[in-house]
């Protein structure tokens, strides 16, 4: 059975900082790109960071460079953001997602969410 388990999300004031977690089971985690989305009430979607099989190379939303960073560990199945400088507008459900393409088919996995707010 596929699952993707986020945690460490919570209340924060501005400025703040988070450490989200998102660990894996029931599909091979390292063979999968994982990136780290979030939704705003009233918004769309969006991406905020995403990180190759091997953690080597890692991109940001413009709206988080230099605050937010990715990070896996791929012997413990789990995927990281560290998120610093929190703002107002970082408020959002934040979803893991595990991609990767296999001939030619898309394969895709969806955490439940955790919820960020950050409010003084």
């Known amino acids: 059975q596929v699952q993707l388990v986020e945690s460490g999300g919570g209340l924060v004031q501005p400025g703040g900082s988070l450490a989200l977690s998102c660990t894996a089971s029931?599909?091979?985690?390292?063979?999968?790109?994982m990136t780290w989305y979030r939704q705003a009430p009233g918004k769309e979607r969006e991406l905020v960071a995403f990180?190759?099989?091997?953690?080597?190379?890692?991109n940001y939303a413009d709206s988080v460079k230099g605050r937010f960073t990715i990070s896996r560990d791929n012997a413990k199945n789990t995927v990281y953001l560290q998120m610093n400088s929190l703002k107002y507008e970082d408020t959002a459900v934040y979803y893991c997602?595990?991609?990767?393409?296999?001939?030619?088919?898309?394969?895709?996995?969806w955490g439940q969410g955790t919820q960020v707010t950050v409010s003084s």
């Open positions: 997602n595990a991609r990767r393409w296999l001939i030619g088919v898309k394969e895709d996995y």
């Open positions: 029931g599909f091979p985690f390292s063979r999968y790109t």
């Open positions: 990180i190759t099989t091997d953690g080597g190379s890692a």
